[in-house]
C-alpha cells in the first residue's frame, strides 16, 4: 500500500577519467656524448647563473634596459591570447520560452481553434530550432508553469524556465480569417528583477481554410522577428497531412496517449514524418504508451519511426529522441554515447548535465543524479530542475534538502504542480495527511484529470483508517486505468483492511496475471512482491524482493516493502531492520499502524523502536 506516482523518470555510469603517465626520458649521464672533443667521467653542475649565448646578448641587454616595456608587451599578448581563447570557447545558448498562443473569436468551432492554435504554435517552434545560437525550451516545461498570460504570468514563465526571451502570440478570428499578432519580448538586463519589454513585434492577416498556409506565413514573420530567412520546413507536405498531424498533437494535450494516435501518425506521408515535430510528436506518444503498459511493442515502433529518415539522423533533435528511446531502453551506454554526440554539436552545458542526471535518474543511482542536478544548475536556474533534484533527495532519504529545494522552486513559481504534489508525498509519508490532502487538492484544481494525484488522495485516506473511500478512489482509478498494478495494489489493500479478503484476494491475483517479472520497473516489482506476501506465497515475494533491492535500494519505498514482506513472512528480525532503516528515511510510524504490523506487537524490539520514533501506545489493545 505504498505506491505513490510512478517514477518514470529515467543514471550516468560512474565517469571514468583516463589518467595520462608523464614519462621523463633522462640521458644516463655515465654515457654522456660531448661533441666538443673533451670527455668527463661524471657530470658537473653549473651553480652559478649561466651567461645568455653570444648570439643573444644584444637581445639580453635589450629586455634588460627595458623590462618594463617588455612586461607590458608580454602581458598585452597574454590579455589577447586569453581573449581569443575565450572566444574559442563555445557560448551558451540563448533560452527561448514560447507560450501557447491566445484565441480570441466569437463564430469559429472550438475544434477548428485548436487546430489554429496548433498550426501557429508549431510553426513558431519549428522556426526557433532553426536558429543558430538558441535553445526552445521545451513545450511541457513552460505548460507545466501554468502561469497566466498577462504580465505577471509572463515574469513568472520567465524566472521558472530562466528564458533569456518569450514569444508571445495573439490571436484574433472570425469564420475564415485571423489577425495574429507575434511579440518578441526580452528583459531589460540579465538582472533577475529588470522587467520584460518588447522588442519587436510583427501582425499579419491569414485565411484558416488552408493550415499549412497559415504555419508558412508564420514562420516567415518570426523570420522577422530575428532578422533571419528560415528553410520552409512545410515545402511538399500537403495540407491534408498536416491538419492530420495537428489533430493528433491537439488529442494528445487533451486526452493523453493512445494507439490511435500513433496508427495515424504512421500513415503520414514519409514527407511529413521527417519533420522534427511529427518525430518528437511520435516519440513521446511511444513513450508514454511504453511506460504505460510495459509494452516493448511501444519501444520496437518507435526504433523504426525515428530510423527510417536518414536525412535527421546527424540533427540534435534526432539525437534527443534517440536518447530517450535507449533509456526507456535500458540501453544505458548507447544513451551516454548519443550524449557524447550532442557535446560535439555544441548543446549547452545546462544540457548536457540533465541528460546525465536524467540517466543517473533512470539508473536508480538518485546520488549521481544530485550531483549532476547541481551542476546544471549551477549555469541555469529552473523550476524544473530545482523539482528534480528534490525528487532524487527524496528517494536519498534526505527529506530536509528535498523540501529546501521545493520551496525553491516554488518561489519561481508558485503553482508548479510538480513540486505541490512532491511536497504532498514528503508530507503523506510523513504521516501528515492532512497537510498531504491540502497539496494534493491544490494539485487537482490544475490536474483534475491526474489518477495519480487521486490515487495518492487515496492513500490519504487509508492511513486515516478510511477505507471506505479510499477503495471508493481506488475502484474508480483502477477501472480508468485497468493496466496499472499500482491503482490495483492499492484498491486491493484497501479491501484487505477492511475485511473484505475475498476481493482482495481476486485483485492480488490479477496484479501477478499483469506483471512479467522477467521485464519490468521497480515500481512493478514493489507492486507483486507485496501481492504474492499478501497471498503468503512467501518464497516467490522473497525472491522478487531481491530483485528490487538489487535494482532500487536507496529508495525509502524498497525499505518499506521489505519491512512488510518480511513482517508478514514472519522474518522478525529482518522486518524490525528495514522498519528501522525507513524510519531514519523521514517515513512516520503512521505507516506502521496497519494491521499488517500487528503480529510484531508481540516483539519488544517493535514496540521500542516505535516508541523511539513517538508512538509509545502503537501495540495497546485499543490499537489491535
Not at 626520458?25 to 670527455?39: A, F, K, P, V
Not at 528511446?325 to 548536457?352: C, D, M, V, W
Request: hydrophobic residues 35%; neutral net charge; contains cysteine.
Amino acid at each position: 500500500a505504498t505506491s505513490f506516482e510512478p517514477d518514470n523518470t529515467p543514471a550516468l555510469p560512474h565517469a571514468q577519467q583516463k589518467s595520462q603517465q608523464h614519462q621523463s626520458n633522462t640521458n644516463n649521464l655515465g654515457t654522456r656524448t660531448n661533441h666538443d672533443n673533451t670527455t668527463q667521467e661524471h657530470a658537473t653542475f653549473e651553480s652559478r647563473p649561466k651567461q645568455p649565448a653570444p648570439k643573444t646578448q644584444k637581445l639580453y641587454a635589450y629586455l634588460k634596459k627595458n623590462s618594463v616595456t617588455a612586461m607590458l608587451s608580454g602581458l598585452t599578448l597574454l590579455i589577447l591570447l586569453g581573449a581569443g581563447i575565450w572566444q574559442l570557447q563555445p557560448k551558451q545558448p540563448r533560452y527561448v520560452a514560447v507560450l501557447p498562443p491566445t484565441l480570441n473569436t466569437a463564430d469559429m468551432q472550438e475544434s477548428q481553434q485548436e487546430l489554429v492554435k496548433g498550426a501557429v504554435y508549431d510553426a513558431i517552434q519549428q522556426s526557433i530550432i532553426q536558429l543558430d545560437g538558441y535553445y526552445l525550451i521545451p513545450q511541457n516545461e513552460i505548460t507545466d508553469i501554468n502561469a497566466t498570460n498577462n504580465k505577471e504570468g509572463l515574469e513568472t514563465v520567465r524566472r521558472a524556465t530562466a528564458a533569456d526571451e518569450l514569444i508571445t502570440t495573439d490571436i484574433q478570428c472570425k469564420i475564415e480569417s485571423c489577425i495574429i499578432t507575434l511579440s518578441r519580448l526580452i528583459p531589460d538586463d540579465k538582472n533577475q528583477e529588470s522587467r520584460l519589454r518588447v522588442k519587436e513585434t510583427k501582425t499579419v492577416d491569414v485565411l484558416t481554410d488552408n493550415y499549412l498556409s497559415v504555419a508558412t506565413i508564420v514562420q516567415s514573420n518570426v523570420g522577422g522577428l530575428y532578422s533571419e530567412k528560415f528553410n520552409n520546413v512545410f515545402e511538399d507536405i500537403n495540407d491534408t497531412d498536416y491538419a492530420a498531424f495537428l489533430e493528433v498533437s491537439s488529442n494528445l494535450r487533451i486526452k493523453g496517449a493512445n494507439q490511435d494516435l500513433l496508427n495515424k501518425i504512421d500513415r503520414l506521408q514519409k514527407r511529413t514524418k521527417s519533420l522534427p515535430a511529427v518525430q518528437i510528436l511520435y516519440t513521446e506518444i511511444a513513450l508514454d504508451l511504453h511506460f504505460e503498459t510495459k509494452n516493448n511493442i511501444f519501444l520496437e515502433k518507435l526504433e523504426k519511426f525515428i530510423e527510417f529518415s536518414s536525412a535527421t539522423k546527424n540533427s540534435k533533435n534526432h539525437m534527443y529522441n534517440q536518447f530517450y528511446l535507449q533509456i526507456a531502453q535500458k540501453n544505458f551506454e548507447e544513451a551516454n554515447l548519443t550524449i557524447n554526440k550532442l557535446e560535439k554539436l555544441n548543446t549547452s552545458n545546462s544540457a548536457i548535465n540533465e541528460l546525465y542526471a536524467y540517466t543517473s535518474m533512470a539508473k536508480k543511482d538518485y546520488k549521481f543524479a544530485i550531483i549532476f542536478y547541481k551542476k546544471a544548475l549551477s549555469s541555469r536556474i529552473t523550476a524544473n530542475n530545482l523539482f528534480y533534484i528534490a525528487k532524487a533527495f527524496w528517494y536519498v532519504g534526505n527529506t530536509l534538502q528535498s523540501k529546501e529545494y521545493l520551496n525553491r522552486s516554488l518561489a519561481l513559481s508558485p503553482n508548479y504542480f510538480k513540486s505541490l504534489n512532491l511536497f504532498g508525498n514528503i508530507a503523506l509519508v510523513e504521516g501528515n495527511t492532512s497537510q498531504a490532502i491540502t497539496f494534493f487538492e491544490q494539485v487537482i484544481v490544475q490536474k483534475n484529470d491526474d489518477v495519480t494525484i487521486l490515487n495518492n488522495l487515496g492513500l490519504c485516506y487509508l492511513l486515516k483508517g478510511d477505507y471506505k473511500h479510499a477503495f471508493e478512489l481506488f475502484n474508480h482509478i483502477s477501472k480508468a486505468a485497468p493496466q496499472n498494478t499500482t491503482y490495483i495494489l492499492n484498491k486491493a489493500d484497501s479491501e484487505n483492511l477492511a475485511g473484505n479478503i475475498e476481493d482482495s484476494i481476486s485483485d492480488y491475483k490479477e496484479i501477478i496475471k499483469l506483471i512479467n517479472v522477467e521485464n519490468t520497473s521497480t515500481l512493478n516489482l514493489r507492486n507483486i512482491s507485496q501481492a504474492y506476501a499478501h497471498l503468503g506465497n512467501f518464497s516467490e515475494a522473497l525472491t522478487v524482493l531481491q530483485q528490487l533491492e538489487k535494482l532500487d535500494p536507496q529508495s525509502i519505498e524498497t525499505t518499506y516493502t521489505s519491512a512488510l514482506i518480511h513482517t508478514l513472512a514472519s522474518n522478525n528480525t529482518s522486518a524490525l531492520l528495514n522498519i528501522d532503516n525507513t524510519l531514519k528515511n523521514g517515513m512516520n510510524t503512521l505507516w506502521f499502524s496497519f494491521s499488517w504490523f500487528n503480529q510484531l506487537c508481540q516483539d519488544n524490539r517493535f514496540i521500542t523502536l516505535m516508541k523511539d520514533h513517538g508512538e509509545p501506545n502503537r501495540c495497546t489493545l485499543s490499537n489491535q
